[in-house]
Every structure is written in structure tokens, then in C-alpha cells.
């Protein structure tokens, strides 16, 4: 394997990873606020005890993330210094500002948080956990910043060959900020809803403390069912951002290869890409002109004319990102988000019949459910990152273009295999704790000392 190829693995693989991490981050941090705000709100100890349950839990998921984040930016001078070169006085913005604002808020009261219970006044000890849970969206938030500026550069000039800012404000109120923030965000609240979730329902099957899972798991199915519905709708409209903006991503996710007028919507497809045809092609008439313009009868462009039309403006190449990676992906994606809808739906109709501590099957599926929500971000990852390919910037540089010059396939063969042991070690010692820590017997539910949990973290 090439450079190209190395460094692309490299960086697919260590993002992946760390992107396991995140979108819990996202969304265990307001769950355990919310959480210890009920605890303020009413004294009862089953939601303190709850609360630092699920808020170690959220220690461990924390470190994890933040170890496997720093690599990505190490990559960026190692495997891709032509990229930051080119992009370095915009993307560099974004990325400094969420280190030292949004993680170091994150962070430092993270820090008081642990250290703080029984020593800060309970306001103060709750503000605490309320300002982790804002700065780590935030956090998110201005690393959504930079990667919308890929997918839709905008408030920028070329200079000396590079893309130098001239509008900032343009840059954080990109469009693509718009339409991508929202439904990553609430994904990794949905996320962390049923990771609760999931936890929960272990402990009632097993009937380790019901009453007091039974809460958490209220808490879970209101928190996850509203999150699930927010993803299907932001994700409706960042798929309507993207008709607009790269209109070859959602040929790709359709498997559309000839423009159609009014376009079907695939629910099933082999892909022959060297031939630029599918077979087996299962579709729904209509479908995919009301998703892609809300009305049945407005176009959807093809892949065959939009690279045309791309080797017109940019030169001859290929513009034609891999379709069956992008079009299962976004199956996988949507599938697995009607399938929470579902699941959630179930949860809150056994609770209205008063079934939820004793609805084993449910129990059971909510359990598998909770490794689901990291399948679906991956695939989502997928879909926005492939989707865009062969452009590192949309429009302005193709990653061929952006990976170092001089760094040669043996050194980059050494660092992904360092990493990706590193990784490993990293998975197994996190999947432990977590497995260690979320499955206490009934005696051992109660608050552990904060010494403990200071440990952990």
C-alpha cells in the first residue's frame, strides 16, 4: 500500500475509535446532570446514589476519549502536513478554540465535580456537572465547526496556496454548521440515553435494586425516545443541506447512477461500480424526491452526469466516491435509528402499563440496543466522510493532495501498528472498567467515597 492508502487507514482507524467515545461523552454528561439535578430537587438518595453510579461510569468514558483524541491531532503534521499546511490558518481556529475554551471548561469542573462532593455547596457541586455536560457540547460543537468548513468551505481566500480566513462569523455560521451540529449532537444524546438504558434494563432483569433502576430507566426512555426523534428529523435536514451542497454524496447514498425525474428511493442494491450500474435494484417510486425536496416530482441528479460535470470544473479524474461503502453505510444508519424509535416506543408503552420493571423481553433488547448507537455513529461517520471523497476540502483540495510528502510507507506502517495495539490495551482495560463498574451486585450499588472515583478517573 501507498502513503495515500496508509495514512487514510491510519486516520479511519484511529477515528473510529475515538469516536466511539465521544458521542457518549455527549450524551451520559447531561443524563448524569439531570440525574444529580433530581437529587437536589428532592433529597432522595436513590438518585445521589444513581448519580455517582452512572457519573463514574462517565469518568472512565471521559479519560478514554480524551487519550484517544489527542492522536488525531498528531496525525495531522504527521500523515497530512500538506492538508494543514493548506488549512492551517482556518482549521486551526476551530481546534485551538475547543482546547482551550470548551475542553479546559470541560475539564476543570470535571475536576471540581470529583473532587468537590461533600466539600462544595450542593448548588455549586451541581452547577459543577451542569458546566461539564454544556462544555463537552460545546466542545463538539467547534469541532463540527472545522469539519463543516471542510465539507462546505466558506470565509476564506486563496493566498500563496493556501486558503487564508477573511471571515470568521461566515466560518461559524456556515450552513453546514447548521444542518451537521444538531444532528450529531443529539446523537450522542441518544447515545448516552441508551447507554442508561441498556444498564438499567440489566439490573432489572437480574432484580438488583428495581425500584432504584426503574428510575434511571424512566429517566433513559423519555430522555433517548426525545433524542431519537430529534436525529430522525435533524438527519432529514442535513440530508437536504447536502442535496444542495454535494449532490454527488446523496447519488452515492442512493445508488443512483442516471438522474431520475422523479427520483425512487433504493431500498435494496449490488453495486457494480467499474461499469457505474447496480443490480438487483429493489426501489420505492417517489420516495427520494420527497426526502431529497419534500414534493414527488423534482429531480435528483445522477452519479454519470454529476462526474461530467465535475471533470468539466476540476479537470479530469475521478470524482465518485465508493458507492456501496456510503450506500449500506447510510442503510445501516437509518435502520438502526428506526429500530431506537422502536425500541424507546416499547419502553414507554410498557411503563404506561406499569410492565417496565417486569418486561423481560424488553429487558433483554434494550440490553443489545445499548452497543447499537455506536454502529450507527460509526456508519454515520462513514457516510459524511466517504461521501465526500476524493476531496479532503470539498471543491478545493483532494486528500491525494493533502497527505505528507516524505513520510515513507515504512514509518507509517510502524505508528498505525503502535496505535492500533495501543488501542487495543486502551479497549480491553476501558471495556473492563466499564464492565466491571456497571454490573455491581445489589450491596455494592450504593455511593462508593469519592476517593474511589478519583481513583478511577
Known sequence: MDELLLARWQFGITTVYHFIFVPLTLGLAPLVAILQTFHYRTRDEAYGRLTTFFGTLFIVNFTLGVVTGIVQEFQFGMNWSEYSRFVGDIFGIPLAIEALLAFFLESTFLGLWIFGRDRLPRPVHLACIWLVAIGSNLSAIWILIANSWMQVPVGYVLQNGRAELADFVAIVLNERVLAQAPHTIVAGWLTGGLFVLGVSAWHLLRGHEVAMFARSARIALVFSFAAALLTATTGHGQAQNTVGNQPMKIAAMEGLWETEEPASFSLFAIHDQPNR?????????????????????????????????????????????????VYWSFRAMVGLGLWFLAI??????????????????????????????????TAGWLVTELGRQPWVVFGLMRTADGVSPNVGPVSIWISMIGFTLVYALLAAVGFYLMHRLARPAPSEAARPEPAAVASIY
Open 344 to 377: 424507546t416506543l416499547w419502553g414507554l408503552v410498557s411503563w404506561w402499563r406499569r410492565r417496565l420493571e417486569h418486561d423481560r423481553v424488553w429487558h433483554r433488547l434494550a440490553m443489545v440496543t445499548l452497543f447499537l448507537p455506536f454502529l450507527a455513529n
Open 277 to 325: 450500474r447496480s443490480e438487483r435494484d429493489l426501489r420505492l417510486p417517489y420516495l427520494l424526491s420527497v426526502l431529497a425536496h419534500n414534493n414527488t416530482t423534482e429531480p435528483v441528479r445522477g452519479i454519470n452526469e454529476l462526474q461530467a460535470e465535475a471533470e468539466q470544473r476540476y479537470g479530469p479524474g475521478n470524482y465518485i466516491p465508493p458507492v456501496a461503502w
